[in-house]
Each structure stands twice: as C-alpha cells, then as structure tokens.
C-alpha cells in the first residue's frame, strides 16, 4: 500500500481558527512514519464557497441592495479587518447580520444532510456536494482517509462524504475521529459499513499504529490503543482496545499547520490554537465530560517546550496571536510560562480558559499581563454557593469577585461561562448569580451563557437523583451526547435554552462591549484587546438590574406524557 493518508475536516463549524487535531497526528505520524499526511479542511472551503458565490449573486441566499451591501463588508470585515472592525457599533450590526445568514446556510445543508442520511431521500445538491469533496480527498491516491469530528454538525457530512469516498475507491480504509466520534456508540458509526476503524480519545498515537499495522498487511489490529476495529469475532462484529496515554509532549513534535491556507479563516489576523496540556488539572466539575478527548490523567508540558512551540509558530508562520485550548492552566504554569515569555522577549498575546481560584495573585495576573495575556475564559457557572458545591468547583461567590478584581487591575479582560437552569435551582438561587453579575459589572467584559446540558457520562448523569432529576428519558439514540431529562424543580430541560436566550438578550449582553456571539468570534475579542487603541466605542455600557426584568417563571415537571420508557425512575 502506498504512504498517503488525508485528514478530512468537515461542514459544519464556523472556520474563525485553525482546527488543532489534525494538524497534531499529522506532526506526530510523519515524524515517526514515513507516510505522508495532508490535511484537508472541506469546512473552511464550503464556508469560503458559500460566501464568495453569495458576494456573486450565485447562491440560494436572496437579498435587497442595502443587505447585499451589508453582507459584502461583513465579509469584508471578517477577512480583512479594516474600520468596520474596530467600530464598535459597524462590528455590532455586521457580525450578527452575517452571523445570522451563515446559521441559515448551515441549517438548510443540514437539513439537507440529515434528508439524505437520516431519512433516505435524493437531495441532488446534497449528492453533488458530498461526490465533490470525496473526489477532493481522493485526488492525490491514499491509501486511508480520516475524518475528524469535534461538533455533532459535522457527524452526518462526514459519513456521506466517507460513503463517496468508498464509493470511489473502495481500498481505501475510512477511519473516523475526534471528540465527537469518541463520545458515540460504536454501534452506530459501525452501521455504516463503509467506516473501517474509528480512533477515540487521543488520536496521535492510535493513527500512527494504525498506518504501521495497515502496511504491515496485519487483520488483527489487538494491542493498538485507543482503537475500535471491525472483527469478525467478536459477537458485536467490533472490538474496542484500552484507552492509554500513548504519546507524551517529549515525543510529540510540534503541530503542522502547513496544509491550512491562514486566509481561510474568517479572522483579519490568525490566531493560532495551542495545547499545552492534556485533560483537565481540576477534573471533578459534576457536569463536564471533556474527559472523553483524552486518555487518563493530566498531562502537561514543560514550561520550555510550550515556550518553544510559540516561538516556533512566530517564526514559521508569523503569528503573533494565540488562544491556549488547555481545558484548565494552573497560576502557577501560567506565570511560569509568562516569565519565560517575557525574558526571550517573545512578543505575542493570547487567551486562555481559567478557574476563578484566590491563588491568582495581583502578582500572578500582572506577570501574566506582562507575558501577554489580554483576556481569560473563567468557569465561573453560578455564584449560589449551593449550586456551586453541587458543580463542585471549588469556589466561593466572594473568591470569585475578589479574582475578577484583579484580573482587572492587572489589565486582562474577564469572560465569564455562566450555566443558565442548573438541575434543582430555584429561581431565586438564579436572582443571586445575576445580582452577582450585576454588582461585579466593572470586572465582568463578556458572558457566555448557555442552557445547561445533560451529558451521557458525566457525573450528574451517572447519579441523576443527587442533583434532583427525577427521571432521565430512554437514551434510544447512542450517539447523542445530550440526553433529556425532568426535574423536581427548577427548569426542565426544554427551558433551558429558552431561559438562556432570555437573560443573552436582556442582561448579558449588555455587559459586552463588541457584542457577537462569544463562541463563533472569540478570536476577534482579543484582536479588539490588542489593538484597544484602535476602537471606536459606542459609548458606556447600561446594564439593567435583572430584577427590573420579567424573565419567564422556572417550571418544573414532566415536559411531555410521563408513559415514556426510562433509564431511572
């Protein structure tokens, strides 16, 4: 078999950075191969397509003359900065207009999608889609095909496109990856036959064995980890290898980029993705399941060899932004690698997620501030301290403010996660995190909030009757991450999302400055703190007191006819 394998990254997730994960097992399997690995972002190239042929008159998107134009300087802006950027309120108005037209596209090529995968039906221009890309990913004859998925949006792309790929070139061997893939059944990706191998958790050392076994023209793939492989033996017709930490930052090189063009990306200047450690240090939020993307216990880099992947990126690439995907750095590795920043005169800045923790000293924030850090992602999620315990954060309301304090007069910006309808919280245990937000609102730049999400796997859905969910409806479908559930009080899980979208429009962005979704356009915030000197404001910010809002009342209860089958009861 020859040494080509692609990696395929597909619709739908908006391309504002680089994806990561390919870009790692490309490094690790070249470097310890000699195959040839090449990435393949068919997402940020449909994204492109789709905006370049609605500039063209050519898409299915219809607009008046006025929207036409504004669409044309939202891309405009997006691609290449320029006035609008830094106009607080042109930014404003141009990210949600375009915001809004992409979600649109998305949602009718997934529906489109789900038509053809789901249901069976002929969607020509889904077929045409899915053959294009297949042929793309089969242009330069490899022998394996990967695809990495992160977003449940990109699951149903993946297995059409994976299907024209066999179609096409039936010896190729499809191997499925990424978050995504690792929290499904293998049940349900190994009902597509087309789909061969499927690596979960980390993927670097798994995929790299996998090449070697393949060439070495073994049918037993025992041994490998992180592996799920076809076998005719085994009763379910697939065996599962343990999990392991196969790889370590000592023999893992740097991330390739190098098959990415950095235009792609819908961000006037890239920022480039950096992992500095694998899992998370704190590790026992009740509600999280990000344990699912690695394999054992964390894992962290030295302070040199992080220092030196940075420096590395600035001279290969030129990039001088960063955003640190870690899922949580201690103060004190930050402050180490901000100190070895500062003394090799590295000049960048970057973001970072954090655990709002007393042990961030003014000392700390400052020397991280120094070292580059413009703004930081706590996991802030309620300030009732009941509701905190049974997150088991490991935080108190008034440590809490204390930090964001700080942080501030340490010159970084504060983004808060706040969780909207946390399982058993009253109404008023709410009122308390939003007056929260409120008093503190000189130390609070942005909030994220979201409905709270019940995750197969998590803590809160292996001991439901702790956190006051009465029942957890029948999981029929495997690969769905989040399940539903009802609740003895508080809101019920159909609420969430509208509580969330609520207090988002009524209180909480109020609080931002450059107002745009925080999750699409996180990169362009630190853009907007680097170049603070370049904005032009809208003028002061008026936050409302929350309880000068009529927000909907908390319901409880079952949403839908109590017959329904149960995993508890």
């Known amino acids: 078999m020859n040494r080509q394998a692609n990696i395929a990254i597909c619709p739908f997730s908006f391309p504002a950075s680089l994806p990561l994960g390919p870009a790692i ?45 504004d669409f044309a300087r939202a891309a405009r802006m997006f691609r290449e900065g320029g006035g609008s950027f830094w106009n607080e309120a042109e930014y404003q108005k141009l990210s949600r207009f375009f915001e809004s037209i992409i979600r649109k596209a998305e949602n009718l090529f997934l529906d489109g999608f789900e038509r053809v995968c789901a249901r069976g039906e002929f969607v020509p221009p889904i077929k045409a889609y899915a ?25 149903m792309p993946s297995v059409l496109i994976a299907y024209y790929v066999k179609a096409l070139k039936p010896d190729v061997k499809i191997v499925f990856g990424g978050g995504y893939t690792s929290a499904c059944h293998p049940s349900i990706l190994f009902a597509n036959p087309f789909i061969d191998f499927v690596v979960f958790n980390e993927g670097e050392g798994g995929f790299h064995s996998l090449l070697e076994a393949l060439v070495a023209g073994r049918t037993c793939f025992d041994g490998i980890a992180n592996l799920i492989w076809r076998d005719s033996q085994a009763g379910e017709g697939w065996t599962r290898n343990p999990k392991s930490p196969s790889v370590d930052f000592k023999t893992q090189p740097y991330p390739d980029f190098s098959d990415y063009r950095l235009e792609a990306y819908f961000t006037p200047e890239p920022v480039f993705p950096i992992m500095s450690s694998k899992g998370c240090a704190w590790d026992k939020c009740t509600f999280c399941t990000h344990h699912r993307s690695y394999s054992g216990a964390h894992r962290a880099a030295a302070t040199d060899r992080v220092v030196g992947e940075i420096e590395h990126m600035v001279n290969t690439y030129g990039v001088k932004r960063f955003a640190f995907v870690d899922e949580m750095i201690s103060p004190g590795r930050f402050r180490r690698i901000s100190e070895d920043l500062i003394a090799k005169d590295i000049d960048i800045t970057w973001y970072a997620l954090a655990k709002p923790d ?43 403010g204390e930090v964001l304090a700080r942080s501030t007069r340490a010159g970084i ?7 909207v309808g946390f399982p058993s919280e009253t109404a008023e245990e709410f009122m ?11 130390n ?110 908390f319901q409880a209860g079952p949403a839908v006819k109590p017959e329904r089958k149960v995993l508890t009861k």
Not at 28 to 45: G, K, P, R, T
Not at 413 to 419: A, V
């Open 25 to 69: 097992i490309k490094a690790f399997a070249e470097a310890h191969s000699d195959f040839q690995v090449s990435c393949i972002d068919l997402n940020a190239e449909w994204y492109n397509t789709f905006v370049d042929s609605t500039l063209a008159g050519k898409s299915f998107v219809q607009f008046t003359p006025q929207a036409a134009a």
């Open 131 to 155: 053959e294009h890309a297949a042929r793309k990913l089969i242009a330069n004859d490899p022998s394996v095909v990967g695809f990495s998925l992160m977003f449940r949006e990109q699951y």
């Open 358 to 400: 007393l042990i961030y000293t003014e000392e700390i924030l400052e020397v991280m501030h120094r070292g580059g850090c413009r703004y930081l992602l706590w996991g802030v999620e309620s300030a009732h301290q009941r509701i905190i315990d049974l997150m088991d954060k490991g935080t108190t309301p008034e440590g809490v």
């Open 413 to 419: 910006h504060n983004h808060l996660f706040i969780i």
């Open 432 to 442: 308390e995190t939003m007056e929260f937000l409120y008093d503190h609102r000189d």
């Open 444 to 553: 609070v730049h942005r909030i994220l909030a979201c409905g709270f999400s019940l995750d197969n796997g998590s803590i809160i859905f292996k001991e439901p009757e702790r956190f006051g969910i009465s029942r957890i409806w029948d999981v029929s479908n495997v690969a769905t991450v989040s399940v539903k559930y009802d609740v003895k009080q508080g809101v019920g899980c159909f609420d969430t999302e509208k509580h969330a979208l609520f207090w988002k429009n009524n209180f909480f962005d109020h609080f931002e400055a450059f107002r745009g979704d925080l999750g699409l356009f996180r990169n362009h915030a630190l853009l907007h703190y680097t170049y603070s000197e370049r904005i032009r404001p809208m003028g002061e910010r008026r936050i409302p007191h929350p309880r000068s809002l009529k927000a909907p009342a």
